[in-house]
């Protein structure tokens, strides 16, 4: 039987081929990873335990360099933690090297980030992961995200316009629990311009757009995602 046959290619050769795993691949414009020093510039509710943290690396440190995808290590100010957390980029402020951080308060971890004030420092490991890979141009690119999942997509979506600034966006269709956690609506819209959905929202509880999640938007939009 197979059992036999197993022990007996065990017995005929006690030194099977070794299997080669192919490389992982590295990026050609990959960056090099950096323990940034940064101090929080503002730090703004947006929601119900929803934030957005802003943050710019101290004088001499590297320029912040993050790509669409990617995620960064933040380690907070406080001797009872001693693990860092991810958190994916939301934006990034070439110009002012500032970036910003979407999140929700969950725990105490997060809730002493939301304790955060301007001139605190905190420290940031980036850039992490693998950025996303672009097969199409935005104007044929869907973006589907909810709650703070909402943030690479947005990264993407605002590297995008700032790149091809008169291009049609991409399509974004965006589940959240309730209206009062759309405050990034606006800007989310801005960035899907040109495109014939645009931006399209759905909520849990019905307050907004579809009534469900966001799997709702994929039932009533099938035809122009088939197409």
Not at 167 to 192: H, I, M, N, Q, S
Request: charged content about 20%; proline content about 10%.
């Amino acid at each position: 039987g197979g059992s036999q046959r197993a022990r007996l290619w065990l017995r005929m050769d006690s030194n099977p081929p070794k299997l080669e795993r192919p490389p992982v691949p590295v990026p050609p414009t990959a960056e090099p990873i950096h323990d940034y020093a940064c101090a929080v510039v503002r730090q703004d509710a947006c929601g119900p335990d929803l934030f957005r943290l802003t943050l710019r690396p101290l004088d001499g440190q590297p320029a912040f360099a993050c790509r669409p995808g990617q995620f960064a290590m933040l380690d907070l100010p406080s001797e009872r933690f001693h693990f860092r957390r991810p958190f994916s980029v939301l934006m990034l402020h070439e110009r002012s090297n500032a970036f910003e951080f979407y999140y929700k308060v969950v725990g105490e971890g997060t809730g002493q980030m939301a304790a955060l004030r301007e001139g605190d420092t905190v420290i940031v490991l980036a850039p992490l992961g693998v950025a996303f890979a672009e097969k199409a141009p935005p104007g044929q690119t869907l973006l589907l995200a909810g709650g703070i999942g909402v943030a690479p997509l947005f990264f993407a979506a605002d590297e995008w316009k700032r790149v091809q600034p008169a291009a049609p966006g991409p399509a974004c269709f965006f589940g959240v629990r309730g209206a009062d956690e759309l405050a990034l609506r606006d800007e989310l819209a801005a960035l899907c311009q040109g495109n014939p959905l645009g931006l399209q929202v759905s909520t849990d509880d019905g307050s907004e757009g579809i009534h469900g999640n966001v799997v709702a938007l994929i039932d009533r939009h099938a035809d122009w995602i088939r197409d």
